[in-house]
């Protein structure tokens, strides 16, 4: 997605955004060992770990990321929100990623320690 040519004319080279929205989410994927991600719509792709849903959405002036973990009661999601004028990085998105699929492996664990201890 290009930026508006009003706003591109004040922007030096060095300021440009290095990534498209397809390539930014698929090397946001390649940094978390995935394959690329499947176009889904016009404007929309995804790709899924074993724990999260990833639906990446083209947005004016950068792109909207959906992590949803379905298997969650209850069902839960969260929203990232890119700004290509931000220069973001698709190794901290990745981790944020990360993050969040870790979170979600913790959860049942802590659950499953706790009835273990009130059992003994």
């Known amino acids: 997605m290009s930026l508006p040519s ?46 999260v849903w990833m639906v990446w959405k083209s947005d004016r002036g950068g792109a909207i990321l959906l992590l949803d973990r379905g298997d969650a009661a209850p069902r839960e999601s969260v929203v990232i929100k890119v700004c290509w004028h931000q220069a973001p990085d698709p190794g901290d998105v990745a981790a944020m990623v990360r993050a969040y699929e870790r979170r979600g492996r913790l959860r049942p664990l802590r659950s499953l320690l706790a009835r273990v201890l009130r059992r003994g």
């Open 6 to 51: 009003w706003l591109q004319s004040h922007l030096d080279a060095a300021a440009q955004p290095r990534y498209s929205f397809e390539s930014f989410a698929d090397e946001v994927a390649r940094r978390m060992g995935l394959p690329p991600t499947l176009v889904t719509g016009e404007f929309e792709r995804s790709s899924e770990t074993d724990h």
